[in-house]
């Protein structure tokens, strides 16, 4: 088993470098795996169009996936561009979502 997410794009991400973009990417964790996506740079509004695969024991969804959206910094730490935690209990083996979800936290 698996689970796939789709990580497609983001809208509206703060302006955490110098001249007022970001450099984003995405960090998702689920069951102790982390996955991470490519950096898009010099925008708020990045698309990554990424599959991101974590192999699962489980046939059930009965944990959270973890998302992290970060801007990534030249020479010093990454910062937090705000993160959601998705609850998959709601959700079917093979069922295919497709939903916006608003980070939290920045």
């Not at 995405?26 to 708020?44: D, H, N, P, W, Y």
């Not at 959270?64 to 990534?72: A, V």
């Not at 705000?82 to 093979?94: A, C, E, P």
């Amino acid at each position: 088993s698996q689970l796939r997410i789709r990580v497609s794009e983001a809208r509206n991400l703060p302006a955490l470098d110098w001249g007022g973009t970001s450099d984003p990417y995405v960090i998702a964790r689920f069951e102790g795996q982390t996955k991470k996506t490519s950096t898009i740079f010099k925008t708020l509004h990045p698309r990554w169009n990424e599959i991101l695969v974590f192999p699962t024991s489980s046939s059930t969804m009965d944990t959270s996936l973890g998302i992290e959206c970060f801007d990534h910094d030249f020479g010093s730490k990454d910062d937090s561009c705000g993160r959601v935690d998705i609850d998959l209990l709601g959700f079917s083996v093979g069922e295919t979502v497709c939903k916006w979800y608003p980070l939290k936290d920045y």
